[in-house]
């Protein structure tokens, strides 16, 4: 770190920093933090219209692009961009996603599996492509800050989080960013993986396609439901996911790499009756079935 930058306080100073799906929920939070820290953010989504809250929002410098991640050259566009005006990227947040297709594995058909496949994963792969060019001979590569995070899911540690392709997805963004950090480590890049649980963002409402008058009721019920779900007891927030990703993308994550930080409130500890005292466990329940009069 230059004393310039260690003057500043920022952890951020002085950096660029690359940002999908930044005009809502986890990006937008996690654009917002970096900026707040003193970095120049590209923010890319296909929401125009979130964009500009974003930048609304921060009182960093964040520079906007239409970019579609299901669209390579989109993407490669983005990074060209971001180099070209400030002469070279420092982290990457490959973040930008939504539900996907929802069928089960026994009823999805192939272009709904691509559909989700090139928005979660392809696109992950292409994130690193494209950037990496440009990450090369920092200075952040010899401070320990150069960093790719990908969002992977809670979904990738088994069945029952979120539909089936949508899970496949995330669980190669896990193995996609193993492989990365174990190829880039030798130009100093590290790669890692940020897992949220449960968190309060528009994601559930767009992926069911619920609008107008229900998605008021809808979002309030998803923010209910979410200070239940897991033991910390409170809902999940973009913030959360945010702070994390500045960690795993700073200095002092400098030996961190082709790993995946879990942060959702505790929701994948284990069955609910290992934290919830209120639900009835196994052995519960086959107790309760035991001494029911027999016929
Ligand atoms: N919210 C959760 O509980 C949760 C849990 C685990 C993982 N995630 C993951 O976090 C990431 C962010 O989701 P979120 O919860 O903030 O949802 P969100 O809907 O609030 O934000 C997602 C953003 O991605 C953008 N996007 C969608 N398709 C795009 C495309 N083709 N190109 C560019 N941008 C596109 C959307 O316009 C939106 O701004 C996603 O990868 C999601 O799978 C979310």
Redesign the pocket.
């Known amino acids: 770190m230059s004393s310039d930058r260690a003057a500043s306080g920022a952890r951020f100073a002085g950096k660029t920093v690359v940002v ?9 939070a996690t654009a917002l933090a970096f900026a707040g820290e003193g970095a120049v953010v590209y923010a ?4 125009a219209d ?1 964009l500009a809250a974003t930048v609304a929002a921060s009182n960093g410098e964040i520079r906007t692009q239409i ?4 669209n390579t050259e989109d993407i490669r566009a983005l990074m060209d961009r971001a180099a070209a005006e400030t002469g070279g990227i420092d982290v990457v947040f490959n ?4 539900g996907g297709d929802r069928a089960p594995i026994d009823e999805i058909e192939p272009a709904g599996w691509d559909r989700t496949m090139d ?2 994963l392809r ?1 992950v792969a292409f994130g690193i492509r494209y950037a990496v060019p440009h990450m090369k001979g920092r200075e952040s590569t010899r401070t320990g800050g150069a960093a790719i995070i990908n ?5 990738a540690v088994g069945p029952g989080y979120s539909p089936s392709a ?1 899970a496949v997805a ?1 669980g190669g963004v896990l193995h996609l960013t193993k492989i990365a950090a174990a190829d880039l480590a030798r130009y100093g890049i590290r790669v890692a993986a940020v ?10 409402t ?1 992926a069911l396609e619920i609008t107008g008058d229900a998605e008021t009721m809808a979002k309030a019920a998803i923010a209910q439901m979410s200070q239940m779900a897991q033991p910390v007891a409170r809902g ?1 927030q ?1 913030e959360d996911i945010a702070q994390a990703v500045l960690y795993l993308a700073s200095e002092a994550a400098g030996f961190v790499t082709g790993t995946s930080l879990i942060v959702d409130g505790g929701l994948t500890i284990g069955p609910r009756d290992s934290w919830d005292p209120n639900s009835p466990g196994l052995l519960e329940s086959l107790e309760q079935f035991a001494a029911q009069p027999a016929g």
């Open positions: 999908t799906g930044a005009a809502s929920g986890i990006g937008r890319a989504d296909i929401d979130g970019s579609d991640v299901t973040n930008a996603g939504a928005l979660l696109s969002t992977s899911s809670v979904a949508y995330k897992q949220p649980g449960f968190i309060n963002t528009n994601i559930f767009r999940g973009p």
